[in-house]
């Protein structure tokens, strides 16, 4: 029903910014909340970004909170995440999904973000 595609991952050093891009495809993609979410190696799962249907409700963890922007543009169906003042403790494996609140029905392949100290 919906493919998620994420671009935009590399290395970074600290301080730097780099903007992930979640592509979609399918028939109801404005209906869905879309989330970013990372797991780096060791640790849980780790929801960061969160933005509802229509754009007017945002969520972000207090790891990345002031530094993080999540967007979404439903014309181009597309999921936006800006990473600013980018830290060595952000490097992982960030994937982009896609459901009604509270559920991820549909996950990307996962981009991985390696920030350099």
């Known amino acids: 029903q919906v493919q998620l595609v994420e671009s935009g991952g590399g290395s970074v050093q600290e301080g730097g910014s780099l903007r992930l891009s979640c592509a979609a495809s399918?028939?109801?993609?404005?209906?869905?909340?879309m989330s970013w979410f990372r797991q780096a190696p060791g640790k849980e799962r780790e929801r960061v970004a969160g933005i509802s249907a229509s754009g007017m409700t945002r969520y972000y963890a207090d790891s990345v909170k002031g530094r993080f922007t999540i967007s979404r543009d439903n014309a181009k169906n597309t999921v936006y995440l800006q990473m600013n003042s980018l830290k060595s403790e952000d490097t992982a494996v960030y994937y982009c999904?896609?459901?009604?609140?509270?559920?991820?029905?549909?996950w990307g392949q996962g981009t991985q973000v390696t920030v350099s100290s």
């Open positions: 399918g028939r109801t993609f404005s209906r869905y909340t």
């Open positions: 999904a896609a459901g009604v609140p509270d559920t991820y029905t549909y």
